[in-house]
């Protein structure tokens, strides 16, 4: 069988029980062949059990990058029969389905007649090489094979992940690679065709959370305290495996309550702090964000969202966290609510997350999801050339007289503050309300002159908010936030080339609400369209409660699967077409 396109573009689907490595299969493609020169990014999907169970995972690679996943492929390993069964009919015309022919049978499957079939004694390889765990290393020597690139790059992958086994690991994983390698080879006809060809540069491949670590160390993070949870737990373990090589502080609380107070404390002492959880750990951590708008206190609160209500989807995507993170915590306070679209936001916005925090003296609650925190993509090495660091209003020596006024009514709203050693810097400061030096207090006059010095911060800071981002220009607005980010983006070449044309805005800092700057960016629509990753569209809740604008239409997922570009494509295109 010969595919009828050469391509310049391939999708990889890997897929058996978890603790097969099928995570590791697509992670190891996708890195060696950034450093090949090429462009990839990874998704998975996995069930919320250690082993058994079924897991699949996907890479996609380009000559130029890539801005979506999409659902159907060109080439599968396939660990079991179960994942045979329940992909075969996503592998596209002239593909292939990579199995081990000794270890499945495949006899009652019915396989769509386009797709090639290709056994591979996997599992035997694996055992001659040394090491039955290392069936997944002759799979993906099996892909280089069909896709016809060389195994050598795979090689300092490998020489990568296991040098710290020895030298004797290594050797076995080699031995693995180029028995799948080889068997395909000298075995089989097929091949992917394809152009892909790498422009030399050197990149890197970089996770979603671990590029919210990265954005944190060239922050000047030097605090983090939370509880595992997933899909937020990264964070945690990248800013650990890296603290003693930056002098970062890093605590595995007890639990999430712990986690929010220990990084307010620090905050509150003058250090930048920050804690990471994902949505039932941020629920924990309402009363606490209250505290620290009470005391202005900055801190940084990452929240990688996932499906709720409850435990709800704990390894699956997810948007449905942003009223919460809107309005947790009792009583009026102002709070920033940042959405990262991609890796380089998390970069960026983790840098901005810190300073807009220190600056204002306010709680600051970044939200990503699982589709972001989990996907490894191909990133350049100046990824971090954006971040800039202000401390904010630290009062001078002159003012420290012994009668520090910590919450000094100001224009703005923003109080100097002092730090822990500074003479002369110190003040009171409780939970309860309080006048200018934080002595709390309950009277009508000193009550009103704090709450509306608090929220006077909010008004400075929505002056000095980016307005959203605008991709494109058309009549036709297409309005997200977070992980819709790039498939929306993909959407919009896709639809380009159809004849429809659109305008997507993406909207990073959501409260305060940018009113008069998406107002005027929305006044001469023709259609403005909704994409969000939860039921009850919030983010167009939002909308419609700071502008009185409404949607035309509203494109919703929230079964806790990553939307792709076409899915998106077609959506709107279904709408367009009608009218």
């Not at 296991?162 to 994983?173: A, C, L, P, Q, S």
């Not at 050197?202 to 944190?216: D, P, Q, S, T, V």
Request: aromatic fraction near 6%.
């Amino acid at each position: 069988m010969t595919p009828k396109t050469v391509k310049n573009k391939i999708h990889i689907l890997a897929g058996g029980p978890a603790g097969t490595g099928i995570e590791s299969i697509t992670h190891s493609l996708a890195l060696a062949l950034t450093r090949e020169g090429l462009f990839a990014i990874t998704t998975s999907e996995y069930q919320n059990i250690i082993r058994g169970g079924h897991s699949f995972a996907s890479v996609h690679v380009g000559n130029t990058e890539i801005l979506s996943h999409q659902n159907h492929y060109d080439l599968m390993i396939a660990m079991d029969k179960n994942s045979v069964q329940q992909h075969c009919t996503e592998i596209d015309e002239g593909g292939a389905i990579i199995y081990d022919g000794e270890k499945i049978n495949i006899d009652d499957i019915d396989i769509p007649e386009t797709v090639e079939m290709i056994h591979v004694p996997i599992a035997r390889m694996a055992k001659e090489s040394g090491l039955s765990l290392a069936a997944n290393v002759v799979g993906v020597g099996a892909v280089f094979a069909i896709i016809g690139q060389s195994p050598e790059q795979m090689k300092t992958v490998l020489e990568t992940i296991f040098t710290r086994k020895g030298k004797e690991v290594v050797e076995i994983n080699h031995r693995a690679l180029q028995a799948g390698y080889d068997y395909v080879k000298e075995n089989v006809t097929h091949q992917i065709s394809n152009q892909l060809k790498g422009d030399e540069k050197k990149r890197f491949l970089m996770g979603g959370n671990e590029a919210i670590a990265l954005g944190c160390i060239r922050s000047g993070l030097k605090f983090l305290s939370a509880y595992p949870m997933t899909p937020g737990s990264t964070i945690l373990t990248t800013l650990a495996k890296e603290s003693q090589n930056y002098d970062i502080v890093v605590v595995h609380a007890e639990d999430e309550i712990s986690a929010v107070n220990m990084a307010i404390g620090a905050g509150h002492s003058g250090i930048r702090a920050a804690t990471g959880t994902s949505g039932g750990g941020f629920a924990l951590m309402g009363e606490a964000v209250s505290l620290a708008g009470q005391i202005e206190a900055p801190v940084v609160i990452f929240d990688a969202q996932r499906p709720g209500p409850s435990t709800g989807l704990p390894t699956r995507t997810g948007q449905g966290d942003l009223r919460m993170a809107m309005h947790c915590g009792q009583g009026d306070f102002p709070r920033l609510v940042i959405a990262a679209g991609d890796h380089q936001d998390c970069v960026d916005l983790t840098g901005e997350a810190f300073n807009y925090a220190e600056k204002y003296q306010l709680p600051v609650i970044f939200l990503t999801e699982k589709y972001i925190a989990d996907q490894y993509r191909t990133c350049e090495f100046d990824i971090t050339k954006n971040i800039n660091i202000d401390r904010g209003k630290i009062a001078p020596p002159s003012e420290l007289d012994g009668n520090f006024m910590r919450y000094k009514d100001t224009p703005d709203g923003i109080s100097p503050r002092s730090v822990p050693g500074m003479k002369g810097g110190r003040y009171t400061s409780t939970s309860y309300e309080h006048d200018e030096h934080g002595k709390p207090v309950e009277e009508t006059p000193e009550v009103k002159v704090m709450m509306e010095k608090r929220w006077r911060k909010i008004k400075t800071l929505e002056k000095e908010l980016p307005d959203p981002k605008v991709f494109g220009s058309s009549k036709n607005k297409v309005m997200i936030w977070g992980g819709t980010k790039n498939p929306t983006l993909e959407a919009q070449n896709i639809l380009q080339k159809k004849g429809f044309d659109i305008e997507v805005i993406q909207m990073q800092y959501i409260l305060p609400f940018k009113t008069d700057a998406v107002q005027e960016i929305l006044k001469d629509r023709e259609n403005l369209i909704m994409v969000e990753g939860n039921q009850s569209g919030q983010l167009e809740g939002v909308l419609t409660e700071f502008t009185g604008i409404t949607p035309d239409y509203s494109i919703r997922s929230y079964y806790g699967r990553p939307m792709t570009g076409e899915w998106i494509a077609q959506e709107i295109e279904k709408y367009l077409s009608k009218l």
